[in-house]
C-alpha cells in the first residue's frame, strides 16, 4: 500500500506539506541490479512505514522517514551519545527507465526494500507491498 | 562497514545526486572479514570506549539505566543482549543481502557478526533488565541495584 499510495502523489507532482526539519541523515543504502530491475536496501532505524515517503519521478528517486524522538532531548542528559535521531532524506538519479507502476516497497525491521523493475522488461509481475 | 561505527549521517545535506556506478563487493566483503577478527581481539569495552557496532545511545534516570542501539536489519532470533558482571553485551549477525545473479552497486550497509560490551557506570540488578527491539532500535532497560539508586533524604523545615 505505502508504495501505491507515495508513488501516485510523486506521479500527480504534489509535495507533502509536512514538517522538515533541517537537518536529516542519510542512510547506508546497498543497491542491487539483476537484469530485471533494481533493489534498494535502505537502514531507516526507528522508523514505520507510516513515517515513510518514497517518490520516483523522472529518473529521480527520493527516499524519506519522519523519524520521531525517542529520548526528550531537553531532559536526557547522555553517558553516551553515538548517533542523533532525526528525519531520514536521500535522492537518487537512476540513469535507466524505470517501470514505474511496478515498483514497490517493503519495510521491515527498519530496513526499507525497493525493488524498481526496469521498464524494457515486458510482463513484469507486481509484487505487493508487504507491511510487518 | 561494521565495527566503525561511524555513522554516514553527515547532518545537513540537500540535493544529494549519486550516480550508480560499481563497486567490488568483494573488497567490502574482505573488510569485513578484517573487521571480524579486530573486534574478536580487540574490544575494549569501555563504557566510554572509541566507537564500535552497533552505535549506542546511554542515559539513566533516578532508578534505571537504558542503552539504545540501531541495529537494522536484524530479528530478535539474531541478537543477544547479555548482562553479567555490570556489563552489558550486545551481540548478534546482520545478514547478507541476497545479490544472487545481480551486481553490487554500493554496499555501505554493515553485515556480518558483531559484538559489543559496555561497562555499566552504576551497578544494575542483572535479573531485572528487559530489552525491546523496534523497527531495528534495540533498547535495553537496566534497573539500578538498590544500593546505587540514590536516597532522596527528606529535609525537615522547622
Known amino acids: 500500500m505505502l508504495a501505491a499510495t507515495t508513488m501516485e502523489k510523486a506521479k500527480a507532482g504534489s509535495t507533502s506539506e ?23 536496501y535502505a537502514d531507516m532505524p526507528g522508523a514505520t512505514s507510516e513515517d515513510l515517503d518514497i517518490r520516483y519521478d523522472r529518473g529521480m528517486l527520493m527516499l524519506r522517514a519522519r523519524i520521531k524522538a525517542r529520548q526528550d532531548p531537553e ?58 | 562497514m561494521i565495527g566503525d561505527g561511524v555513522r554516514q549521517r553527515g547532518g545537513y545535506q540537500k540535493e544529494v545526486h549519486i550516480m550508480l ?14 573487521r571480524l577478527f579486530e573486534d574478536y581481539f ?44 555490570n556489563q552489558l553485551t550486545i551481540k548478534g549477525t546482520r545478514p547478507e543481502g541476497e545479490i544472487g545473479e545481480g551486481v553490487c552497486y554500493r554496499q555501505e550497509r554493515p553485515t556480518g557478526d558483531f559484538s559489543r560490551t559496555l561497562d555499566l557506570p552504576v551497578e544494575v540488578d542483572a535479573s531485572n533488565v528487559d530489552a525491546k527491539l523496534e523497527h531495528g532500535v534495540l533498547t535495553v532497560t537496566m534497573a539500578k541495584s538498590r544500593n546505587a539508586v540514590a536516597k532522596r533524604i527528606p529535609i525537615r523545615s522547622e
Open chain 1, 18 to 40: 509536512s514538517a522538515q526539519s533541517t537537518w536529516f541523515y542519510r542512510s547506508d543504502i546497498d543497491v542491487h541490479e539483476t537484469d530485471a530491475e533494481y533493489v534498494v
Open chain 1, 75 to 132: 531532559k536526557t542528559s547522555y553517558l553516551i551519545h553515538e548517533y542523533g535521531v532525526a528525519d531520514y532524506q536521500q535522492e537518487f538519479r537512476i540513469g535507466e527507465e524505470i517501470d514505474t507502476d511496478g515498483i514497490s516497497a517493503e519495510f521491515r525491521d527498519g530496513v526499507l526494500i525497493l525493488r524498481l523493475p526496469k521498464s524494457a522488461r515486458p510482463r513484469l509481475k507486481k509484487i505487493e507491498v508487504k507491511q510487518r
Open chain 2, 21 to 34: 556506478t560499481p563497486t567490488n563487493a568483494l573488497t567490502g566483503l574482505r573488510r569485513e572479514v578484517d
Open chain 2, 42 to 85: 580487540g574490544d575494549g569495552g569501555s563504557f566510554l570506549s572509541a566507537r564500535r557496532y552497533p552505535p549506542v545511545n546511554a542515559w539513566e534516570d533516578d532508578e534505571h539505566l537504558y542503552v539504545e542501539a540501531e541495529i537494522p536489519g536484524i530479528a530478535m532470533k539474531d541478537l543477544e543482549v547479555y548482562v553479567r558482571d
